[in-house]
């Protein structure tokens, strides 16, 4: 398997690929700095954390990822389709994991820059230093909630290409945060799972805006939840999608 991690590592490194999931966070900090420029502070919420913490998940994170995933699978086709594995009875799935531990790695890498980015806008912005474990906190859960969509995004792209993956990432946080995320079906996408995470550990209302005293939004009991339906939807999806992959490279 360590081979498969090398070569699946080889083939990114420099890629388009990369460069996007690294480039996006640094656009989102100019976004997000000039948006809340022009937001005035109201008491103890930051408008700033609560851009970051909204449209991060909502817009940023899973586009982003989905168009990386879907370069990953482009340069593939391009280069034999698999050919080289298939000739030489190597492991699809070993290959298709590797995609996907190789994928995981690269995003928590984005994300910790996501977390700088958190740090140094507010106080840049608005003269303050957040709660950083609760950045820290916030950034992992959410990161977490988001993996199931990598196995997810990856054979989607395979099937339909680029823009059906990232028109269906778009709609499937369109439809969650207006349906699930509010509500306890939240858990059952993973874009509702991303948008609730900052409504229980920082009071960001899935639509961005701040969440009133005794809400039950507030629940942090969700956090398990969470937590243990990310887990089970990334190895399902990983498994289940191994074979789906694995039967549309073969034909």
């Not at 991690?5 to 900090?29: D, N």
């Not at 099937?159 to 709609?171: A, C, D, K, W």
């Not at 990334?234 to 549309?248: A, D, G, R």
């Amino acid at each position: 398997m360590t081979g498969y991690l090398r070569a699946e590592s080889l083939k990114m490194k420099g890629s388009i690929s990369i460069r996007l999931l690294l480039f996006i966070p640094l656009c989102f900090w100019l976004f997000g700095i000039y948006t809340s420029l022009f937001v005035t502070k109201s008491g103890s919420f930051n408008a700033y954390l609560a851009l970051i913490f909204n449209q991060w998940p909502l817009v940023f994170l899973p586009i982003g990822q989905a168009i990386a995933c879907s370069l990953n699978i482009s340069l593939e086709k391009k280069s034999g389709n698999y050919k080289t594995i298939i000739s030489n009875n190597l492991s699809l799935s070993k290959a298709w994991y590797s995609k996907i531990i190789n994928m995981v790695g690269y995003q928590l890498l984005s994300s910790i820059i996501i977390i700088v980015i958190a740090l140094g806008g507010s106080l840049f912005t608005f003269n303050e230093m957040p709660n950083v474990l609760n950045i820290i906190y916030t950034t992992f859960l959410i990161t977490l909630a988001f993996l199931p969509l990598i196995p997810f995004n990856f054979v989607l792209s395979q099937y339909f290409g680029t823009i059906p993956t990232v028109i269906t990432n778009l709609l499937g946080a369109l439809i969650s945060v207006i349906w699930l995320a509010p509500y306890s079906t939240f858990w059952l996408t993973p874009w509702g799972n991303m948008l609730r995470i900052p409504a229980a550990t920082m009071g960001i209302h899935p639509n961005g805006t701040q969440i009133e005293t005794e809400s039950p939004l507030l629940d942090s009991s969700i956090l398990g939840i969470s937590t243990v339906s990310s887990i089970v939807y990334f190895v399902l999806l990983s498994i289940l999608f191994n074979v789906v992959f694995k039967k549309k490279v073969m034909k």
